[in-house]
T-cell receptor, first 115, second 112 residues
Framework: DAGVIQSPRHEVTEMGQEVTLRCKPISGHDYLFWYRQTMMRGLELLIYFNNNVPIDDSGMPEDRFSAKMPNASFSTLKIQPSEPRDSAVYFC?????????????FGDGTRLSIL | DAKTTQPPSMDCAEGRAANLPCNHSTISGNEYVYWYRQIHSQGPQYIIHGLKNNETNEMASLIITEDRKSSTLILPHATLRDTAVYYCIVRVDENQGGKLIFGQGTELSVKP
């Protein structure tokens, strides 16, 4: 079965450019999560969606970050304008249902470098 | 903040059982214990989770003490491909967000 699919796997761009990260959750999963991983802060939850609706975006660092989920099989995380401190690995995860008993399954991430 | 304590690193001989400990002395009655691992350049991989009872699946076994203040992840026959960072997570109750909060984990090195 296909897992969570993220693209691109690597992105290098210059400061000030717009960056769009993409995610396809596991089919049938109702919840989608965006995380960011850095050496300093570890893995942090940025935002999550239920049935395409954003539920909690308290982890989004700044207004430069935005996330959308136009349908059940696609989500984007956008950074505009990008800054060097945004360099990190960004992960998308999905889970079948809500609840502490529901595992989240992660994609392999997008390694973002802002020069 | 992570609610777990794990040793920063461990070694295990290939073919032997790897026993990874985790302390979670402040766990609440309805909070689950989750284990994930992260192999270099990959996303976190779900391994197993449990509430009170011991659990086993095709990847590992999870042993939770009766007072639930600690647990052990057991990889019965470790292989070189099991070399990874292993995260023990106490998952926040779903009524408070159900978040997965990753700590620093244990870096397991399986050696030939």
């Amino acid at each position: 079965d296909a897992g969570v699919i993220q693209s691109p796997r690597h992105e290098v761009t210059e400061m000030g450019q717009e960056v769009t990260l993409r995610c396809k959750p596991i089919s049938g999963h109702d919840y989608l999560f965006w995380y960011r991983q850095t050496m300093m802060r570890g893995l942090e939850l940025l935002i999550y969606f239920n049935n395409n609706v954003p539920i909690d975006d308290s982890g989004m660092p700044e207004d430069r970050f935005s996330a959308k989920m136009p349908n059940a099989s696609f989500s984007t995380l956008k950074i505009q304008p990008s800054e060097p401190r945004d360099s990190a690995v960004y992960f998308c995860a999905s889970s079948l249902r809500w609840g502490s008993n529901q595992p989240q399954h992660f994609g392999d991430g997008t390694r973002l470098s802002i020069l | 903040d992570a609610k777990t304590t794990q040793p920063p690193s461990m070694d295990c001989a290939e073919g032997r059982a790897a026993n990874l400990p985790c302390n979670h002395s402040t766990i609440s009655g309805n909070e689950y214990v989750y284990w994930y691992r992260q192999i270099h350049s990959q996303g976190p991989q779900y391994i197993i989770h449990g509430l009170k009872n011991n659990e086993t699946n095709e990847m590992a076994s999870l042993i939770i003490t009766e007072d639930r203040k600690s647990s052990t992840l057991i990889l019965p026959h470790a292989t070189l491909r099991d070399t990874a960072v292993y995260y023990c997570i106490v998952r926040v109750d779903e009524n408070q967000g159900g978040k997965l909060i990753f700590g620093q984990g244990t870096e397991l090195s399986v050696k030939p």
